[in-house]
């Protein structure tokens, strides 16, 4: 690789490589040493095509939930079996993986412009701004820059939009399916809200077991299936559908709670 060969966004690989390294030892122990991350799916990722997957997945802090996407995916393409022991995983990363973010969220300091450039594809939201609703037309250079970056590798999106829980889905994710065919990986995450803070940079309680489910492709017609009929199979892929507000019983969170405990330190 030359030192100033780039991605199809401008940036040097090898100066983006040298971040993920970094960035990627300092926050392991956040998933295998402060906490513990139990991960199902691995051999799905071993599976996939070198470019044109999308990820979805449900959105819990502003940056801690995508690099805990670097950590597995990267460890799943080295050959660890649903764990993310030994970090030298990172050592030659993937290259071609980007993550859709909120510009204004990316430049809201040094530290997330540095994050950028490990492979955000910043856009603006239609929703949202500066702590505000709003409404506003699509950028069409954002829609081009996913493009770009699916036809270049994978992308992660957290098509809510927000990590507030059981928020809807934006179209915006159905209309790139259609229109971009790619193959759709769904990845349920959870116990990132109780051990981070909302931004995912400060450790706010240790010793949580976190989940990381990556489940099968969904199965899409492309030539048939509607916008609403997509947005109702991420939601239930994710599971953020409304059928998953439901009253859990007192005796089924024992339960779950004390399987959580004896799985706590196993991984």
Request: cysteine-free; charged content about 25%.
């Amino acid at each position: 690789m030359g030192l100033l060969k780039r991605n199809p966004f401008g940036h040097i690989l090898f100066l983006k490589k040298w971040l993920i390294r970094i960035a990627g030892s300092f926050t392991h122990k956040r998933y295998r040493g402060f906490n513990q991350m139990h991960i199902e799916g691995s051999e799905i990722i071993r599976a996939l095509p070198e470019t044109n997957v999308l990820f979805i997945s449900n959105h819990q802090t502003y940056f801690a939930d995508v690099v805990s996407m670097f950590h597995v995916f990267n460890a799943s393409l080295k050959g660890r079996e649903n764990n993310i022991k030994n970090v030298g995983y990172l050592w030659n990363p993937k290259m071609n993986m980007y993550y859709v973010a909120a510009k204004e969220t990316m430049q809201s300091g040094l530290l997330p412009k540095i994050l950028a450039y490990a492979g955000a594809i910043t856009v603006e939201r239609t929703w949202r701004a500066e702590g505000k609703d709003v409404k506003r037309e699509v950028n069409p250079n954002d829609t081009e820059n996913i493009k770009i970056a699916l036809e270049d590798g994978w992308v992660v999106t957290f098509p809510q939009g927000t990590t507030r829980s059981f928020k809807p889905v934006r179209k915006g994710t159905a209309h790139i399916i259609l229109q971009h065919k790619p193959i759709v990986v769904p990845i349920v995450i959870d116990g990132f809200r109780r051990s981070f803070d909302r931004k995912g940079l400060r450790i706010k309680k240790k010793g949580i077991l976190q989940s990381f489910v990556i489940k099968p492709p969904l199965e899409i017609d492309y030539e048939n299936d509607s916008v609403d009929s997509i947005v109702e199979k991420i939601e239930y892929a994710i599971e953020q559908h409304p059928s998953f507000l439901k009253v859990i019983p007192a005796d089924e969170l024992e339960e779950q709670a004390r399987l959580d405990k004896d799985r706590m330190w196993k991984y």
